[in-house]
T-cell receptor, first 108, second 116 residues
Framework: GIQVEQSPPDLILQEGANSTLRCNFS?????LQWFHQNPWGQLINLFYIPSGTKQNGRLSATTVATERYSLLYISSSQTTDSGVYFC??????????FGIGTKLQVIP | GAGVSQSPSNKVTEKGKDVELRCDPI?????LYWYRQSLGQGLEFLIYFQGNSAPDKSGLPSDRFSAERTGGSVSTLTIQRTQQEDSAVYLC??????????????FGPGTRLTVL
C-alpha cells in the first residue's frame, strides 16, 4: 500500500507565527486530504487537494502530485489551531491511508 | 442529518464481552468507512462500505471484528469477546464518491471504547 510520511512530528509555535507542514507519499494518488483533529478528538476536513493549490482563510495547501508531496501552510497561527494535522491519501481503488500526523501547539 | 453521528459516545466494557458500535452517515452518502485510533496514534483503516457491500475488509484486525450496513445507511461495527487491546476511539466517516479514493470524507465524533 501507499506509505505516508508527515513532518515535523511535533511543532510548537508562538501565536501569530507561520508554519509549513509536509506530507510525502510513496505512490501516485488521486485523493489527498488534510484534516485537523482538535484537542477534543473531532476530525475536520480542511482540504481535498489531490493536486494544485487551495486557500481557505489563514490556511492554504499545495500538492505537487508528480513529486509526491503536499504542503499545508498555516499563517498568523492562533491558539485554536492547536491539535493534530493529518494527511490522508488514496490511489485508484486502494483504501485511504493516513499519516501519523503533526502535533501542533500554539502558545499565547 | 447534518453530519455523521455515532453512538454510543463512550462505552466501557469488561474483557470478553461483545460490543456494538453504530454509525449514521450523512444522508445520501453511499460510502462509509470505519477507522480506529489508539491513544496517541494515527488512524487505522478497518473497513469500507460502498452501499451495503464491503469491497475492502482488509483492515479488520481479527475475526472478532465484523461490520454490516443495511439499507445503504446505518452501519454497525461489532467486536466479539473484547480484549484490552481493542480499547481505542472508533471513528466513522462517510462520503459520496464513485470510487473509494475520490471525494472528501466527513467524520463522526467517534466512540471511545474502554475494555477493562
Amino acid at each position: 500500500g501507499i506509505q505516508v510520511e508527515q513532518s515535523p512530528p511535533d511543532l510548537i509555535l508562538q501565536e501569530g507565527a507561520n508554519s509549513t507542514l509536509r506530507c510525502n507519499f510513496s505512490d501516485s494518488v488521486n485523493n489527498l486530504q488534510w484534516f485537523h483533529q482538535n484537542p477534543w478528538g473531532q476530525l475536520i476536513n480542511l482540504f481535498y487537494i489531490p493536486s494544485g493549490t487551495k486557500q481557505n482563510g489563514r490556511l492554504s495547501a499545495t500538492t505537487v502530485a508528480t513529486e509526491r508531496y503536499s504542503l499545508l501552510y498555516i499563517s498568523s497561527s492562533q491558539t485554536t489551531d492547536s491539535g493534530v494535522y493529518f494527511c490522508a491519501v488514496a490511489g485508484g481503488y486502494q483504501k485511504v491511508t493516513f499519516g501519523i500526523g503533526t502535533k501542533l501547539q500554539v502558545i499565547p | 442529518g447534518a453530519g455523521v453521528s455515532q453512538s454510543p459516545s463512550n462505552k466501557v466494557t469488561e474483557k470478553g464481552k461483545d460490543v456494538e458500535l453504530r454509525c449514521d452517515p450523512i444522508s445520501g452518502h453511499t460510502a462509509l468507512y470505519w477507522y480506529r485510533q489508539s491513544l496517541g496514534q494515527g488512524l487505522e483503516f478497518l473497513i469500507y462500505f460502498q452501499g451495503n457491500s464491503a469491497p475492502d475488509k482488509s483492515g479488520l484486525p481479527s475475526d472478532r471484528f465484523s461490520a454490516e450496513r443495511t439499507g445503504g445507511s446505518v452501519s454497525t461495527l461489532t467486536i466479539q469477546r473484547t480484549q484490552q487491546e481493542d480499547s481505542a476511539v472508533y471513528l466513522c466517516a462517510s462520503s459520496s464518491p464513485q470510487t473509494p479514493s475520490t471525494d472528501t470524507q466527513y467524520f463522526g465524533p467517534g466512540t471511545r471504547l474502554t475494555v477493562l
